[in-house]
């Protein structure tokens, strides 16, 4: 009889245990790796739920799959059994990527073809000190850019 007694009481504790299933999760953006705010969670065969401020989304009870949508990301629909503790979405593409504009100034006074214009003089040519500036040699950040300039160039003429 006591044997009876504690099959039924382990069955009675496995029943509550799924009745009373859980499921957390938290959902990441796959490029920044931040939590994403807002996310709606649709979960089959009931109801939806969407993310907190740090991106986690709690389902009560049972369920076969959810899907996750947000505007601006790739929607992710996963079976249970694949379901993780960290989920991860995926932008869509419609970011720019990063362009770098290099512009030159043009020199007043010339055209292309190297002549004069008219109303306009040639800048005189100095001597090698007139060029020399003391305070422009201590310009650490002028050196920096302009350093920068020149390694961008390279990788572009190599390019």
């Given at each position: 009889?006591t044997?009876?007694?504690?099959?039924?009481?382990?069955?009675?504790?496995?029943?509550?245990?799924?009745?009373?299933?859980?499921?957390?999760?938290v959902?990441?953006?796959?490029?920044?790796?931040?939590?994403?705010?807002?996310?709606?969670?649709?979960?089959?065969?009931h109801g939806?739920?969407?993310?907190?401020?740090?991106?986690?989304?709690?389902?009560?009870?049972?369920?076969?799959?959810?899907?996750?949508?947000?505007?601006?990301?790739?929607?992710?629909?996963?079976?249970?059994?694949?379901?993780?503790?960290?989920?991860?979405?995926l932008?869509?593409?419609?970011?720019?990527?990063?362009?770098?504009?290099?512009?030159?100034?043009?020199?007043?006074?010339?055209?292309?073809?190297?002549?004069?214009l008219?109303?306009?003089?040639?800048?005189?040519?100095?001597?090698?000190?007139?060029?020399?500036?003391?305070?422009?040699?201590?310009?650490?950040?002028?050196?920096?850019?302009?350093?920068?300039?020149?390694?961008?160039?390279?990788?572009?003429?190599?390019?």
């Amino acid at each position: 009889m006591t044997r009876i007694g504690s099959i039924l009481t382990l069955l009675a504790l496995i029943y509550a245990d799924v009745c009373s299933a859980q499921f957390t999760a938290v959902v990441f953006d796959m490029e920044t790796r931040r939590q994403i705010e807002g996310v709606k969670v649709s979960i089959n065969p009931h109801g939806t739920t969407t993310t907190d401020k740090r991106g986690r989304f709690v389902i009560n009870g049972e369920f076969h799959s959810v899907t996750l949508s947000r505007q601006g990301y790739e929607s992710l629909s996963l079976a249970r059994s694949d379901l993780r503790d960290t989920l991860w979405m995926l932008p869509n593409g419609r970011r720019l990527d990063e362009i770098i504009v290099i512009g030159y100034r043009p020199k007043i006074g010339f055209k292309i073809d190297g002549k004069p214009l008219k109303g306009f003089h040639t800048p005189k040519k100095r001597g090698l000190l007139d060029n020399f500036d003391f305070f422009d040699q201590l310009n650490f950040k002028k050196k920096k850019q302009r350093k920068r300039r020149g390694k961008i160039k390279e990788i572009l003429d190599e390019y």
